[in-house]
């Protein structure tokens, strides 16, 4: 069984930064790619960041490529998104997941999702 954890959610000033943390339980973790996806009330599960299988490739979503860097540490089965001059659009829910297969910006490529940590940011 997998299990993903996110926290370091919180609430923000717009411009400070923030770091984000999933750690992963029940699978070899550097053998899966790993996302962040974002929610914000009445809105769809939007992504925002991911690094392939082999961590050489990432992914980032335009709204936040230049401000968020996604990484992991494989000895601490941990994924982490740096979030820089956050802005109030960044306020939501935000979840990370294990890739499954398929495109790395769509929902369904990924199969376990963790309960997700809220972040908002005030103007």
């Known amino acids: 069984q997998v299990q993903l954890v996110e926290s370091g959610g919180r609430l923000m000033q717009a411009g400070g930064s923030l770091r984000l943390s999933c750690a992963a339980s029940?699978?070899?973790?550097?053998?899966?790619?790993m996302g962040w996806f974002r929610q914000a009330p009445g809105s769809e599960r939007d992504f925002v960041a991911a690094?392939?299988?082999?961590?050489?490739?990432?992914y980032y979503a335009d709204s936040v490529k230049g401000r968020f860097t996604i990484s992991r540490d494989d000895a601490k089965n941990t994924v982490y998104l740096q979030m820089n001059s956050l802005k109030p659009e960044d306020t939501a829910v935000y979840y990370c997941?294990?890739?499954?297969?398929?495109?790395?910006?769509?929902?369904?490529?990924?199969?376990?999702w963790g309960q997700g940590t809220q972040v908002t940011v005030s103007s």
């Open positions: 029940g699978r070899t973790f550097s053998d899966y790619g």
């Open positions: 997941a294990t890739h499954s297969t398929g495109n790395y910006y769509y929902t369904p490529s990924y199969d376990y």
């Open positions: 690094f392939s299988r082999n961590g050489y490739n990432t």
